[in-house]
């Protein structure tokens, strides 16, 4: 299986060529040069298998430079009772993506029970394994710098942590994330994981991996790599979980399924979207924005304009805060007949900071052979919900979860069982569930009291020249 740029121009690259990098030379993401399909045998198969089983069969068809077997250690060393065991009460951790009945034919498929207890573990665990085998193999090292806000950088932290070969330099803003959040990175006493508070804000931190990476130099000398959402191998880890989701809620590979997912790069939408293509039979694909709804408006509109970060919300699903879509294209490159010259085209309206309009051209009658709906979510909307959901079932779920759970009522079809993904714990954003219920938040034993561990973080000013000193000093 080869890898593809959705630009168009580049050579077919092999799939531990394109693990490491971000963005393709010519800007555009990779994707395989064809989805594999999954035979009615095969489907039936992989109904009976545990996760890690299921997830190697799916790694197998999209990777073919890592020996089988050393992908099933891999697998099998990612996909562990132990690492996703922060499940619900009543709920199988052995499972590790439990299926959470709500009311009949209505789901939620639990993808929070990871270190960080968001879904970004789901993928990034696997990223960690995957980086150090390759960097072994190829007796390479990386220095990984990233800017986060709050969920990627803990992901990308508890992912690397000890692994050789991988050095991870988080930028954060000081003190404007929540007490456990911080307490949830700087904690980390690994020799390998190097926090740096930024005196200023989110946008800061970005402006200044932007700056660090634009010196080609110093990028070449000190190997700077990234793990950000566009990185195909985390889509591609997220696939497995829509495999695992329609066995638990289906009982037989004739039936079909919706699900509904909270979205904000459109990273974890577009693994449904490629597991559909596959074959899996998926009826319906939900996408859910909060109050910033680039994505909702394309899909209702066919005209997508992304916004600045000025014009950016800051809500109470924050994950879901986006002024433009990083994963979009790749959807966009289906959607237009894997034609890189139009994706071409429609980026260079987008990357000079336009939009693009589709309603005149054929593709948006595509559109809606997809299986895409769509639909919005406010506070005032996340607040009815998460008390509703309460009342009703006795389950508490987070922001970002009753988002998609406010969506996905809009978009149910009879007799089609409808499988939200759940995002993150509740106890991550403990204001807002304060808000709605009026109480705190549980947490897992284990986690209790971790604000009061010591923690390891380096305070500096937001200047470019201080981080590449750091760097180098440590390096
Ligand atoms: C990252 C994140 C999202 C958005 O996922 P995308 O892949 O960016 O669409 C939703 N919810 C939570 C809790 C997240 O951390």
């Not at 997220?238 to 699900?259: C, D, H, L, P």
């Not at 938040?441 to 971790?450: C, D, F, Q, Y």
Request: aromatic share 10%; proline share 5%; net charge negative.
């Amino acid at each position: 299986m080869k890898y593809i740029s959705t630009r168009g121009g580049d050579t077919p690259q092999s799939f531990s060529d394109i693990l490491l990098g971000g963005l393709a030379p010519d800007g555009g993401l990779y994707l395989p040069e064809q989805y594999p399909q999954v035979s009615a045998a095969e489907l039936a198969e992989w109904r009976e298998l545990p996760y890690h089983a299921l997830a190697l069969r799916i790694l197998q068809k999209y990777i073919d430079d890592i020996p089988a077997c050393d992908l099933k250690t891999l697998s099998d060393r990612t996909y562990t009772e132990h690492t996703y065991r922060w499940c619900r009460p009543g709920c199988d951790a052995a499972d590790i993506t439990p299926l959470t009945t709500l009311s009949p034919g209505f789901h939620l498929l639990e993808l929070s029970n990871g270190p960080t207890l968001a879904f970004k573990d789901m993928a990034m665990q696997l990223l960690g394994n995957l980086f150090e085998y390759v960097l072994a193999k190829r007796e390479e090292t990386i220095n990984i710098l990233g800017a986060t806000s709050g969920d990627t950088g803990s992901a990308a932290e508890y992912a690397m942590r000890g692994k050789k070969g991988v050095r991870v330099f988080m930028l954060s803003p000081h003190g404007k994330m929540s007490a456990f959040q911080r307490a949830q990175m700087y904690s980390l006493q690994d020799e390998n994981i190097v926090n740096i508070a930024i005196e200023g804000m989110f946008d800061d931190c970005q402006d200044i991996v932007k700056a660090v990476s634009n010196d080609a130099e110093f990028k070449a000398r000190y190997k700077i790599g990234a793990v950000n959402s566009i990185n195909w191998a985390r889509v591609l880890a997220q696939i497995v979980y829509y495999f695992k989701g329609y066995f638990a809620a289906t009982r037989s590979n004739n039936e079909r399924v919706a699900f509904s997912v909270p979205s904000g790069n459109f990273g974890n939408i577009c693994a449904g979207h490629i597991a559909r293509m596959m074959g899996l039979p998926i009826a319906r694909l939900v996408m859910a924005t909060n109050e910033n709804d680039v994505l909702d408006e394309f899909f209702r509109t066919g005209v997508y304009r992304p916004r600045g970060t000025a014009d950016t919300y800051v809500t109470s699903s924050p994950s879901m805060d986006i002024s433009k879509a990083s994963n979009f294209e790749r959807f966009v490159f289906d959607l237009v007949g894997r034609d890189p010259a139009v994706v071409r085209d429609l980026w260079k309206k987008v990357d000079a900071g336009g939009s693009f309009d589709l309603r005149d051209t054929p593709y948006i009658a595509k559109l809606a052979s997809f299986g895409f709906v769509s639909g919005k979510s406010t506070h005032a909307d996340r607040l009815v919900t998460i008390r509703d959901v309460w009342q009703k079932q006795q389950v508490m779920i987070d922001t970002h979860t009753a988002d998609a759970v406010k969506v996905a009522r809009e978009h149910l079809m009879a007799g089609v069982p409808m499988i939200v993904l759940e995002t993150a714990q509740p106890v991550k954003f403990a204001e807002t569930i304060q808000e709605a219920l009026g109480c705190e938040p549980g947490r897992p034993k284990e986690l209790e009291g971790i604000e009061s561990l010591p923690q390891r973080v380096e305070v500096m000013p937001a200047e470019a020249g201080r981080v590449k000193a750091l760097i180098a000093a440590r390096c």
